[in-house]
């Protein structure tokens, strides 16, 4: 019997207690992507950890899909992992790394119920790391802190305690501690038992590294002084009231820190526990009217991201929802909020990385692949029942701005599809003008190597190579159609349509757009991330 739609039932109030949805964010090069595997690993969802940390023949990381991220040992693209552990369903939801794609990321951080926040133990809280943090602030997410890399030479451990507190202003509640100095990795105190865990090396690092808990005599007896000094800074943090409270830290006041070395896998099962016991579970999200819609009521979700190219035997693209109530069942026929039209889900599935498995159902907090679903755009809102619209996700100004042309002038369906599929999935910013025409259109990215990406995708993905020159604008400003008439007589200024019909007046330098505002008041320019109008300065 089918269950009437808008009711609740006990199963997805029990599924979405037992989902854990969360992004890690870091710095590039914190190993990020060599965590993922490693909690994949201990996880029992790999059998083997990735190629990152460069062993050769080893195959690439799951999360890092694209030729350029395996190449490079970098990641530009966001790819959703479920797996299992211990009674809990995880959804890990991979970020970009590099600022340059910060826009991605910020958008997978909507998606997310919690955050991983990775440090590496040398460089502390890095430039890219605090800019993620700031928007895990913004949307009032909690944030678990792992110091990494401790296997290697490292800042001392009470200091990166002092440098998270004064910097992001959350208490750190180490759950773990580590014994022995950076570079010295023994093993952790777990001070909820006071016992020691110590870590036994694995060949590479391809496996799970075995542990073993022993008593604080035999811990004092072994290890000595590093035993001595790991248990007077813990009794320390202690008597600074630094032990993990569940309420302040989903009230967003403590962040719970635990030392990992993920290259080794050493503290990652920890990790895991830390996340299955204390992250928050899936609850009602906030609609754009300022209400909730409750987890057990209807189906509702929302599109965080759309990919093409995932992989090479599957010519299709893949929105990716956010299941934010009720229950997902495939082939059920939502409403697509943005047109009001029906939408069928006949195509669903869920993710691995690239790989996929046909989903025929999912649950709040869950991630699921509609493929082929041409008609859905990020931020779209779909729902079955009562109407629901989640909030809208910002796009970023773009910073940089290339005209491209197709290489062959034979290809341009080609090129006019690739470029029209890369702005549909958010990738890059598309902006036309009938100056340039359709053939030239103005592509504008928040970092550089966005460009990079539409070059490699374009060639392999589309089969039309691109020519690009870089114009020498920074700045984009939002205006209107009578303010645009009069810049368009200004030679330093060009007006070109995004996409989405939004009118952007590019400019050279601030300096330029100062004295354009001050020589025309009157002119709608008004700044994309706040939607402020621009000001002349007072003099």
Known sequence: MTQPIGLSTPEVLTEARRRRTFAVISHPDAGKSTLTEALLLHARAITTAGATHGKAGRRGTVSDWMAMEQARGISVTSAAIQFEYRDA???????????????????????????????????????????????????????????NKWDRPGAEALD?????????????????????????????????????????????????????????AVAAADEGDAWLTATEESELLTEEDQDHDEARFLANETTPVLFAAAVLNFGVQHILDTLVDFAPAAEAREDAAGGHRPVGGAFSGFVFKVQSGMNASHRDHVAFVRVCSGQ???????????SGRPFATKYAQHLFGREREVADEAWPGDIVGLVNASALRVGDSIFEGDPVE??????????????????????????????????????????????????????????????????????????????????????????????????????????????????????????????????????????????????????
């Open 89 to 147: 369903v995880i959804n890990l939801v991979d970020t970009p790394g590099h600022a340059d794609f910060s826009e991605d990321t910020f958008r997978v951080l909507s998606a997310v119920d919690a955050a991983v926040m990775l440090v590496d133990a040398s460089k502390g809280l890095e430039v890219q790391t605090m800019k993620l943090f700031e928007v895990c602030r913004q949307r009032n997410l909690p944030v678990i802190t792992v110091i």
């Open 160 to 216: 990166l305690m002092d440098e998270i507190r004064r910097r992001t202003g959350l208490i750190p509640t180490p759950l773990t501690w580590p014994v022995g100095i950076a570079g010295d990795f023994r093993g952790v105190i777990e001070r909820s038992s006071h016992e020691f865990v110590r870590f036994t090396r694995t060949a590479g690092g391809a496996k799970a590294a075995a542990f073993e808990r022993v008593g604080a």
């Open 328 to 338: 997902f069942r495939r082939g059920m026929i939502v409403t697509h909020a943005a």
């Open 390 to 539: 989640f909030p809208p996700l910002p796009m970023f100004a773009p910073e940089h701005f290339r005209v491209v042309r197709s290489a062959d002038t034979s290809k341009h369906k080609q090129f006019r599809r690739g470029i029209d599929q890369l702005d549909h999935e958010g990738v890059i910013q598309v902006m036309r003008s009938e100056l340039r025409g359709d053939q030239a259109p103005v592509l504008g990215a928040v970092g550089p190597m966005q460009f990079e990406v539409v070059e490699e995708r374009m060639t392999h993905d589309f089969g039309a190579a691109i020519r690009s020159e870089a114009l020498p604008y920074q700045i984009a400003r939002r205006t209107d159609r009578e303010s645009a008439e009069i810049l368009g007589h200004d030679r330093q200024v060009e007006v070109l349509m995004r996409s989405d019909g939004t009118l952007l007046a590019l400019f050279s330098t601030i300096w330029r757009l100062r004295n354009t505002v001050r020589d025309h008041p009157e002119l709608l320019l008004e700044d994309l991330a706040t939607g402020s109008p621009e000001v002349a300065a007072a003099h």
